[in-house]
């Protein structure tokens, strides 16, 4: 396997993106799945450098990448040690990182013979799942997506208590348990989803979309209620909506991920995402 660790590409607002691509060189057109992470993730975050050898294993060429204001910084790709990124981050940004991600994996000259640009799909997980569907719905290069325990709403996600009070004071913090720090949300996050509420609905994004659709998620989830994959499945009438029992939000994952093997939840939901891109 081929590895690129820590590629830096030009973010969509001042701040790099910083990528990995995993491939097997065999100079033949492979299928490419980009991955997306979610809130308060980042690109190395548990078990994800062991997903990349995995659909790699499968054919896949696999890209998994940090937003440019998600916090961590091409030095320390590891730990959140921007926080004012983090603060200023918004969904617009990462709809636009994922856009110059895309064009980085279909049109750089190392992998252009390694990737087949007409076999594009997207997994995102948590927030990074909502971004997917935005995106997959305006951007026809994309042609099948899987979310792992998505969001299934960007727009009404905030109490009109907290909206008046992150108003007031400019900022809410976020307390990181893993971390243990407070991470700031400035309210220019809420500004720009009034901002863009035409982009930013994940609900019509997924009545439109045409492509092959897969939602997993675990009903022992406590981050992201089951609720979201069932609204997701609703919406999008083709869908294939895949329910993990007693699955949490990482599928049984934690970071760091130092086991040889998945745990069984995490592995069913890995399968059967390749199974899905395979056919």
């Not at 590895?3 to 060189?25: A, C, M, R, W």
């Not at 979201?228 to 609703?234: F, G, N």
Request: hydrophobic letters at 40%; charged letters at 20%; one cysteine or more.
């Amino acid at each position: 396997m081929k590895s690129l660790t820590n590629i830096i590409i030009n973010g969509s607002k001042e701040k790099p993106i910083t990528l990995d691509v995993f491939y097997n060189q065999t100079h033949k057109p492979k299928p490419v799945v980009i991955f997306v992470h979610g809130f308060k993730g980042f690109k190395d975050w548990g078990h994800f450098n062991a997903v990349a050898k995995t659909f790699v294993d499968a054919g896949f060429v696999f890209i998994k990448f940090n937003f440019s204001y998600n916090g961590t910084t091409t030095q320390n790709p590891l730990v959140f040690d921007d926080l004012e990124a983090f603060g200023n981050n918004n969904y617009i940004i990462e709809l636009n990182d994922l856009g110059l991600v895309i064009d980085w994996a279909l049109t750089n000259d190392t992998l252009t013979t390694e990737v087949d640009t007409e076999k594009l799909s997207l997994i995102g997980h948590s927030r990074g799942g909502g971004i997917v569907v935005l995106k997959a719905a305006e951007d026809n290069r994309v042609k099948k997506i899987a979310t792992w325990a998505a969001v299934s709403d960007f727009i009404n996600r905030n109490k009109p208590s907290t909206i008046e009070a992150w108003k007031q004071q400019g900022v809410v913090h976020t307390f990181n348990m893993r971390t243990g720090q407070q991470m700031p949300l400035y309210y220019q996050f809420y500004e720009t989803i009034q901002a863009h509420t035409n982009r930013l609905d994940i609900g019509k994004a997924s009545k439109k979309l045409k492509i092959p659709f897969l939602i997993i998620h675990g009903n022992a989830d406590t981050a992201v209620s089951l609720h979201d994959a069932e609204e997701l499945h609703k919406a999008c009438k083709h869908s294939q909506l895949l329910v993990i029992e007693g699955a949490d939000h990482t599928f049984g994952i934690k970071h760091p991920f130092i086991d040889a093997d998945y745990p069984e939840q995490a592995n069913t939901v890995i399968q059967q995402t390749i199974s899905f891109f395979e056919n």
